[in-house]
């Protein structure tokens, strides 16, 4: 079962940006995003510096990922 793009992006609005309270998604800094079989990459754009934040960022980003099938 190949990754569905809405599915993945449905599961990835499911994280709120710390800082603003929005998710990635629909505030657009969710960018680049491609799927390519079980494989998924994106980037995530931010409007302030969090360096501090990345971490527990990309741990949030990444189990929301793993929540979709395939």
């Known amino acids: ?3 569905s793009e809405q599915g993945l992006l449905a599961a990835l609005s499911s ?19 491609h799927i390519s079989g079980g494989d998924v990459a994106f980037d995530v754009e931010l ?3 969090a360096k501090s934040q990345i971490p527990a960022l990309r741990k949030a980003l990444i189990a929301a990922a793993r929540t979709v099938a395939g």
């Open 1 to 3: 079962m190949a990754v």
């Open 15 to 33: 994280v709120l940006d710390p800082h603003t309270g929005k998710d990635f998604v629909s505030t657009r800094a969710l960018r680049n995003l």
């Open 47 to 49: 409007g302030y510096p």
